[in-house]
């Protein structure tokens, strides 16, 4: 090869070294700064859920301090995204906080009963509504919010609501605890100041009382009524049962719920709304599933969600 042709070869050789060192080079910058200018900062629920400021939901979870392992995979995942959690048990569990105190029992209505008044005596100021709901639950906050706000359910009206089952004596409706129920702000204090009554001979809060009845009862008698929460469709955003019945069985094979059901159905399938609000979780480490496909799956082709992780 003669002088000239390897002084060329030399040059052409130093030419692509320096352009392939400027491709790097930028291609390097422009990935530094792709990941400067798409920091992993936290999303505010707020940005996430438009209606989180305007209607404020204070979840209430009573649970029986021998088994708090349920009431945990409710902080850890949907409770999240209530405004005010509060648990409520006969003692201090270290990750349950805040909690109702001074309430050593583990019956049922006498947790409720309790934490309603401490629930409305601490947080009247910092939220609207009052959701109580059974630890082994799964509720869709989002879809709460937007029920209340597309039935322009106001809280200084003293209602409540949830699954309806009808009373077969009264042929009216109350409310089924097991789905959990929100009470307004106004409802609320109409109970809390019956309970306060020296003179109350209405509503003795008895330990091993049903909770349904006793709550339905109280409220009546304070000019508090149930209202309608399923969806414009009329379908059922409560669910009464596990969601496995509601597949499986439907109505056809639930005696109970086919003959108390206030709104009755002609067909053997309960009703579920696109809006569903509450779900019975059967085997409670299932939160953690109905947390990942609510809230984390991204289907394809629809807008991304993303979620703040810290919790309340």
Known sequence: ????????YAVYLVLILLILAVLSYNFTGNLCGSKEKSPNKSISKAEVDSL?????ILCMIPYNYNNPSTAKYVKRTWGKHCNVLLFVSGNVD?????????????DNWT??????????EVYKDEAEWFLKVEDSSF???????????????????PIYFGHELENIYAHKPFV?????????????????????NPNNNHCQHLEGFTEELELSRCLGHVGVTAVDSRDE????????????????????YINWLKNMAYHKVDRAAVPLSKRAITFRVEYPPEIYVYY?????????????????????
């Open 176 to 196: 089924f605890s097991k789905s959990g129920y929100v009470i307004s702000h106004e409802a609320l204090k109409r109970y809390v100041d019956l309970g306060r």
């Open 1 to 8: 090869m003669s002088a000239h042709r390897r002084v060329y």
């Open 139 to 157: 509720v869709v906050l989002e879809n709460l919010r937007f029920i209340i706000h597309s039935k322009k359910f106001v809280s200084t009206a």
């Open 111 to 120: 947790l409720v009963h309790r934490g309603l008044i401490h629930t409305f």
């Open 52 to 56: 989180y400021d305007d209607i404020r």
């Open 292 to 312: 990942y496909f609510v809230y984390r799956v991204q289907l394809f082709g629809l807008p991304m969600q993303s979620f703040p992780k810290s919790s309340n």
């Open 233 to 252: 469709d009329g379908n059922e955003t409560f669910m009464p049962v596990h969601m496995d019945h509601h597949f499986l069985e439907g109505y056809d």
């Open 94 to 106: 270290d990750e349950l906080e805040p909690y109702v105190p001074g309430i050593n029992t583990t």
